[in-house]
């Protein structure tokens, strides 16, 4: 049974930091792509960014690009999603997924709230 898990979302002011971890299960971790999307109240779901493989990392979203940054430990089958000088619009709800042909697995989803 395919899962994964996100947490580490919470409460943080404005420039503060906060780490999320995506752990996934009943898959091969280490081989297949991992991405971090998000959802702010009211909006579409957008890509933030991919792990396409251990030695690769992309930030999609231009806002995004110098604060965040992916590690993966796959020993642990865990993604990491470092989110440093967090701002407001960095509010949302935060999923991973996966791609396992033909279905897409999600997280349910670690809520980050950044107060100004």
């Known amino acids: 049974q395919v899962q994964l898990v996100e947490s580490g979302g919470g409460l943080v002011q404005t420039g503060g930091s906060l780490r999320l971890s995506c752990t996934g299960s009943?898959?091969?971790?280490?081989?297949?792509?991992i991405d971090w999307y998000r959802q702010a109240p009211g909006k579409e779901r957008e890509l933030v960014a991919a792990?396409?493989?251990?030695?690769?990392?992309?930030i999609y979203v231009d806002s995004a690009k110098g604060r965040f940054t992916l590690s993966r430990d796959n020993a642990k089958n865990t993604l990491y999603l470092q989110m440093n000088n967090l701002k407001p619009d960095d509010t949302a709800v935060y999923y991973c997924?996966?791609?396992?042909?033909?279905?897409?697995?999600w997280g349910p989803g670690t809520q980050v709230t950044v107060s100004s």
């Open positions: 009943g898959f091969s971790f280490s081989t297949n792509r």
């Open positions: 997924t996966v791609r396992l042909w033909p279905t897409d697995y």
């Open positions: 792990s396409p493989n251990p030695n690769n990392a992309i």
